[in-house]
């Protein structure tokens, strides 16, 4: 075992072989919605087991948007993007509210393990309808 300095360094070096391995690890069957503009895009990734200490890691497009920890906050927020884990691990939510066209693309949430336990992966392709000119201020 290692004390809790030890292990948190060696969980960020697992952020950077996470990068390598994201392309290996099987999605959930791609999903695709469509948002009115101005409202809320919600998508919900529910991974099958909570192992051990795990990253959460959302990314938009292939850039990332945000990592989060399992022993971080359970709700982020960054603009109008709101992250959420479930107390029981196993959830993973983001909100983008006052959805516009440059919101539209593809979202991908990746879990990754600390000590056991495979990694996991929802995707979501958001496409947006409605009239761009009504759009909420």
């Known amino acids: 075992m290692c004390n809790r300095k030890g292990c948190l360094e060696l969980f960020l070096q697992w952020m950077t072989i996470l ?3 994201i392309s290996m690890v099987p999605a959930q069957s791609q999903k ?3 948002v009115a503009l101005g409202e809320v895009a919600e998508m919900n990734c529910v991974f099958e087991f909570v192992y051990s200490d795990f990253l959460i890691l959302w990314k938009w497009n292939n850039s ?3 990592s989060h920890r399992y022993d ?5 927020t960054d603009g109008k993007r709101i992250f959420t884990i479930w107390s029981n691990g196993r959830t993973a939510r983001l909100k983008v509210t006052n959805f516009t066209l440059q919101d539209v693309g593809q979202y991908s949430c990746y879990k990754r393990y600390l000590f056991s336990g495979k990694p996991e992966m929802c995707e979501w392709l958001i496409n947006a309808q409605g009239d761009p000119t009504k759009l909420k201020n």
Do not use: A, T
């Open 72 to 76: 971080e906050s359970v709700i982020k």
């Open 32 to 34: 695709e919605k469509f």
């Open 19 to 21: 990068e390598l391995c």
């Open 64 to 66: 990332e948007m945000l």
